[in-house]
């Protein structure tokens, strides 16, 4: 991004680890100045998890990361109607640490500021593309003012609109399943500590909520193609045996999150959907209303 003509800031950050540990990592970040000093934030992990396993983290969050930069050089001179920062985030995978580390540092004038907060995670791999909004009840995010909480789904619904108008697939809402309303979504990636703050985000991902997967239809079960399954039986969108299955049809954390893997299984998916994502990221940040 140097090259592109952005100066890079750097964030140092520790954190606790699950056993207790001092660990360091750093987000990374450039800011695209624009007409108003509104901001839209545009955030992505960068570290991966599942490394035992065989995973590369190319679609979690390779992927994403890929999307922001094709984003980043697409603008470079270009000046936008709302002040963009775009944030690659350190140590997602073991606890939301990077984005935690990030809305520590925002001042309320800078909170005040901030319009959006669109979350690229995992945009690639899945067989279906959605785009979420924070869930209504404050109660499934660890605020800890629960009162500047926002569910406001202004961004998600731009986002699928702007979607919508050709060049692209189409992104989809998820369909409701148990405790979680259409379209709506928990606080297990980097949008939660900015809804936390009453900023509106929406969250991108490439998944599947129609396979009824391990825990249900929740969209940890990302493919129905029947080399990610031990034995998918379409019929039950779900595991012949479910007693038995092993694999669930999951992408990310495991040996198939790599790109020889994904091109063998499914040519050309995982560069059309980052392409789509980065069209509709570029859509969206031109014309946010």
Partial sequence: MIGWGYDVTRQPFTYQDKKGATMSSENLSVVIPGKSDRIIVVGAHYDSTGETKGSEGATDNGAGVTALLATAEALKGQTLPYTVRILFFGAEENGLNGSKAYVATLTNDEVSRIKAMVNYDT?????ILYVHSAHPDVAEYECADPGRYSFDPKVRDRLLALSATGGMDAYQLHPAFPGY?????GDWSDHAGFACLGIPVAYVEATNFTINGHDGYDGYSQTTNPALWDC????TTSACDRTAETQWGKIWHTQYDRLDKMDELFPGRVQKQIADGTELLLRYLKAPE
């Fill in 123 to 127: 945009i690639a791999g899945g067989d």
């Fill in 181 to 185: 309303p259409q379209g709506e979504t």
């Fill in 232 to 235: 998918y039986d379409p019929a």
